[in-house]
């Protein structure tokens, strides 16, 4: 279970404050994956990473009972100046899992040849972005954090190997995803949140929270 308790956040921009939540409660339940729409700037970013653990609430608290992930595409943890061999190692003994494993599942589904023994700082944007991705996936949690706003990877096998992955994972897991565009939601969640001006509105179905989305949008 994730679950926020009267939770605030906001920082200041330089100019003014920006609210990105303001006493928001919700509970993701383990079986029942969540989709959050939210217009591009209104901190899509922020909430997934204090869903993570990454950042901190200003007011409120952030109740975690299961294995939450990362979100897609985060490299934090990663060091540049070792190889992916070394980080990938590294981390599973950080959560606990045998280094060998985490090593040759990162090393398949990655594909990177001789590159997966060279620091990782030497990488392009895409494969860091394969070597996040399948970090994520060898590391199996009970809840999955997706941004749409996090690096993608253009790699046609990685996505083809990666997403079917991706699917046996969530047939036992739970995604939260938080996009700007419901169509993405469509492929993961059937209930939704609207994000919109530091409120949370709840909703049971994806359908009613694209209707009060789409409405505001158009306002």
């Known amino acids: 279970m994730l679950e926020f308790v ?3 956040k906001s920082f200041w ?3 003014q404050r920006k609210v990105i939540l ?3 409660s919700f509970r993701v339940e383990l079986g029942k994956s969540m989709g959050i729409l939210a217009p591009n700037g209104t901190g899509k970013t922020t909430l997934i990473n204090m869903m993570a653990g990454l950042e901190k609430p200003n007011e409120g608290r952030i109740i975690r009972t299961s294995r939450i992930s990362f979100p897609l595409g985060f490299m934090g943890g990663v060091v ?3 190889s992916a061999t070394e980080n990938a ?3 599973a003994r950080l959560y606990g899992l045998d280094p060998d494993y985490v090593e040759a599942f990162c090393r398949y589904l990655t594909d990177i040849k001789e590159y997966f023994d060279m620091p990782v700082g030497t990488f392009s944007s895409g494969m860091r972005a394969r070597f996040s991705f399948a970090l994520m996936l060898a590391l199996e949690f009970d809840i999955y954090l997706i941004d749409e706003g996090m690096p993608s ?3 046609v096998d990685f996505n083809r190997r990666a997403g079917s992955i991706l699917q046996d994972r969530l047939a036992c897991s739970t995604v939260v995803i938080v996009s700007h565009q ?3 939601l469509e492929k993961f969640c059937r209930s939704a949140a609207v994000l919109r001006d530091g409120k949370l509105i709840m909703f ?3 359908e009613e929270a694209k209707q009060l989305y789409n409405y505001e949008a158009q306002s």
Do not use: E, F, P, W
């Open 80 to 82: 540049s100046k070792h």
């Open 153 to 155: 990877t253009t790699d």
């Open 182 to 184: 419901a169509k993405i």
């Open 22 to 24: 303001d006493q928001a």
């Open 6 to 8: 009267n939770v605030s």
């Open 204 to 206: 049971d179905t994806l």
């Open 89 to 91: 190692r590294y981390i």
């Open 13 to 15: 921009t330089g100019k």
